[in-house]
């Protein structure tokens, strides 16, 4: 069975930055992308990032294109994600989630694993 645990959210002023890290357990062997997503309150949840096991390669929103950077463990089994200049705007949970194929990434239902997810606020 697969788990993805999340941490490192909190509130932190604009301008400030967060760390958050996914630890995944089970058969994370098996990914083949990890990413993360968020939903703020009365918004529907939208991609932020993502990165490809096998060559590295990564994916942005455009709304944090340049201000957050996703990274990956050595072992199959941790992400991370660097947030800085945060803003307001980028208030929201926070969903760690893995892919065993590469498809539509940028879309929800690219991914077959999810965490519960962590807060991040950014205060004005």
């Known amino acids: 069975q697969v788990q993805l645990v999340e941490s490192g959210g909190g509130l932190v002023q604009t301008g400030g930055s967060l760390r958050l890290s996914c630890a995944a357990s089970?058969?994370?062997?098996?990914?083949?992308?990890m990413g993360w997503f968020r939903q703020a309150p009365g918004k529907e949840r939208e991609f932020v990032s993502a990165?490809?096991?096998?060559?590295?390669?990564?994916l942005y929103a455009d709304s944090v294109k340049g201000r957050f950077t996703i990274s990956r463990g050595n072992a199959k089994n941790m992400v991370y994600l660097q947030m800085n200049s945060l803003k307001p705007g980028d208030t929201a949970v926070y969903y760690c989630?893995?892919?065993?194929?590469?498809?539509?990434?940028?879309?929800?239902?690219?991914?077959?694993?999810w965490g519960q997810g962590t807060q991040v606020t950014v205060s004005s």
């Open positions: 989630v893995a892919a065993r194929n590469l498809r539509s990434m940028r879309t929800s239902v690219g991914y077959d694993y």
């Open positions: 990165i490809v096991w096998s060559d590295g390669g990564t």
């Open positions: 089970g058969r994370a062997f098996t990914f083949s992308a």
